[in-house]
C-alpha cells in the first residue's frame, strides 16, 4: 500500500468530481435541498382541515357544538351551507375535509334527555387522514356529550356528579408532536444514499466507458490503492453533507437533539461505508454508468426511503416486509439516528442496531474489496 499512489487516485477523483458539474450539484445542493424539502414539504400534522357545515337544527344547543369544532385546532370551520348538496359539492371539489350535519331536532332530543346524532361526512381519498379526522371529530363530540349530560342532571335536580374516568397524557421525546422532528432526522440516510452509492457507483463504470480503465490497470497501482483512492474523496464529502444536515436539522427546524455527537459520527461514517461499498461494488459489475445508477437507486434510495421505518413505522408493515427490513443496513441507521436526535439514548443502549450496521460494514467492504480485480475481463 503506497500513500503517493493512493494520493494519486484520490486527487484524480476529486478533479473528476470538481470538473462534473452534475456531480457538483449532487454533492453540495442535493443534500441541503432534501432536508429543506422534507422538512416542510413532507408535513404529517393535521391542523386546521377544512370543515363545512349544514346546521337545520339552528338552535343555542347547535351553535354551542358547532364552536367546540372551531375552537379545536384540528377543525377550521370555513363555511355554513343551506342544503346537502352544497354539503356534496365542498368534499367532491375539495375545499372540505368534512362535513357536519345536525339534525332538525337537535335541541329538542337534549332537552327531553334522548340520544341526538350528529352527522359527519368524511372525504376518505385519504384514509389516514380520514381516521384521524373521525377521531377528533368524536372527541370533541364526546366533550360536548358530557357537559349537556350534566347540565341536563342538574336541570332535573340531580346534583350529584357522576363519576368520571379521564386520561391524562404526557408525551415524550416530541412533545408537540411535529412531524419535522419525526422526519428530518431520517433524511441524513437519504442524503448519505444519494452521496454514497448513486455517485460511487458511476467511478469504475465511468473509467470503462471512457476508455481510461486501461490506463489505469497498466499503472503500478494496486486494487486496493485504486478503490480507496476512489472512495475516500466521496467518504469526506459525505460526512461534511452529514454535520450540515444535522446542523440545518438541529438550528433551522429545531429538531432536538439529545444523544452523543460522537456516536452520530461514528454510526454515520459506518452507514456511509456501507453504501460506498455497494455502490463500488454495483460500478465493478454494472461497467455502464446507467445501469449502474438505476441499480443503486433501486437497492439503496428506495428502501432506504419506503422500508427503514424513515416515513412509514416497520411495526405497521406486513411480516413478510418486516423481514425484509432486517436486510437493509437504513433500517438500523435510521432508529440510531431518530434515538439519538430525539431520546437521547446512551451509546450502549444502541448496541442492537450498531451490531448489525457494523457488520454491514465489515461484510459489504471486503464484497467490494474482493470484486475488483485489475484486469480487462
Given at each position: 500500500m503506497s500513500l503517493t499512489r493512493f494520493l494519486a487516485v484520490a486527487r484524480k477523483e476529486v478533479i473528476q468530481i470538481l470538473r462534473d458539474s452534475r456531480s457538483l450539484i449532487i454533492v453540495v445542493i442535493m443534500p441541503v435541498i432534501l432536508v429543506l424539502l422534507f422538512g416542510y414539504g413532507v408535513n404529517l400534522d393535521l391542523k386546521g382541515l377544512p370543515v363545512y357545515v349544514y346546521d337545520r337544527d339552528g338552535s343555542q344547543q347547535s351553535q354551542d357544538l358547532l364552536k367546540r369544532f372551531q375552537a379545536s385546532e384540528y377543525f377550521d370551520v370555513v363555511r355554513v351551507v343551506n342544503d346537502y348538496s352544497a354539503l356534496a359539492r365542498s368534499l367532491d371539489d375539495g375545499h372540505a375535509k368534512m362535513g357536519i350535519v345536525v339534525p332538525w331536532d337537535f335541541s329538542q332530543r337534549l332537552r327531553d334527555g334522548r340520544p341526538a346524532e350528529v352527522q359527519a361526512l368524511v372525504d376518505g381519498t385519504d384514509d389516514n387522514t380520514a381516521n384521524v379526522l373521525i377521531g377528533y371529530a368524536q372527541a370533541v363530540v364526546q366533550g360536548y356529550s358530557s357537559d349537556v349530560q350534566l347540565d341536563w342532571l342538574r336541570s332535573h335536580g340531580q346534583i350529584a356528579?357522576?363519576?368520571?374516568?379521564?386520561?391524562?397524557?404526557?408525551?415524550?421525546?416530541?412533545?408537540?408532536?411535529?412531524?419535522?422532528?419525526?422526519?428530518?432526522?431520517?433524511?441524513?440516510?437519504?442524503?448519505?444514499?444519494?452521496?454514497?452509492?448513486?455517485?460511487?457507483?458511476?467511478?469504475?463504470?465511468?473509467?470503462?466507458?471512457?476508455?481510461?480503465?486501461?490506463?489505469?490497470?497498466?499503472?503500478?497501482?494496486?486494487?486496493?490503492?485504486?478503490?480507496?483512492?476512489?472512495?475516500?474523496?466521496?467518504?469526506?464529502?459525505?460526512?461534511?453533507?452529514?454535520?450540515?444536515?444535522?446542523?440545518?436539522?438541529?438550528?433551522?427546524?429545531?429538531?432536538?437533539?439529545?444523544?452523543?455527537?460522537?456516536?452520530?459520527?461514528?454510526?454515520?461514517?459506518?452507514?456511509?461505508?456501507?453504501?460506498?461499498?455497494?455502490?463500488?461494488?454495483?460500478?465493478?459489475?454494472?461497467?455502464?454508468?446507467?445501469?449502474?445508477?438505476?441499480?443503486?437507486?433501486?437497492?439503496?434510495?428506495?428502501?432506504?426511503?419506503?422500508?427503514?421505518?424513515?416515513?412509514?413505522a416497520i411495526e405497521q408493515m406486513?411480516?413478510?416486509?418486516?423481514?425484509?427490513?432486517?436486510?437493509?443496513?437504513?433500517?438500523?441507521?435510521?432508529?440510531?439516528?431518530?434515538?439519538?436526535?430525539?431520546?437521547g439514548t446512551p451509546t450502549p443502549l444502541l448496541y442492537p442496531d450498531l451490531i448489525p450496521l457494523a457488520v454491514f460494514t465489515v461484510v459489504l467492504a471486503l464484497l467490494a474489496t474482493r470484486a475488483f480485480h485489475k484486469r480487462l475481463v
Open positions: 356528579q357522576p363519576a368520571s374516568v379521564s386520561v391524562e397524557t404526557r408525551t415524550w421525546y416530541n412533545e408537540n408532536l411535529e412531524s419535522s422532528a419525526f422526519i428530518v432526522p431520517g433524511v441524513l440516510a437519504l442524503v448519505m444514499s444519494v452521496i454514497g452509492a448513486f455517485l460511487t457507483s458511476l467511478t469504475i463504470s465511468r473509467e470503462w466507458e471512457r476508455g481510461t480503465m486501461e490506463q489505469l490497470i497498466s499503472t503500478p497501482v494496486t486494487p486496493a490503492e485504486i478503490m480507496l483512492g476512489k472512495l475516500v474523496p466521496y467518504f469526506v464529502i459525505g460526512m461534511f453533507d452529514v454535520i450540515v444536515c444535522a446542523l440545518i436539522a438541529i438550528y433551522w427546524f429545531q429538531v432536538p437533539f439529545r444523544g452523543s455527537f460522537l456516536t452520530l459520527l461514528v454510526s454515520s461514517a459506518m452507514f456511509m461505508v456501507v453504501v460506498l461499498s455497494l455502490g463500488f461494488f454495483i460500478s465493478v459489475i454494472a461497467k455502464n454508468q446507467l445501469a449502474a445508477s438505476q441499480i443503486a437507486l433501486l437497492v439503496t434510495f428506495l428502501p432506504a426511503f419506503l422500508l427503514s421505518g424513515f416515513l412509514y406486513p411480516i413478510v416486509l418486516q423481514w425484509v427490513t432486517r436486510i437493509l443496513p437504513a433500517r438500523y441507521y435510521v432508529s440510531v439516528l431518530k434515538k439519538i436526535f430525539l431520546k
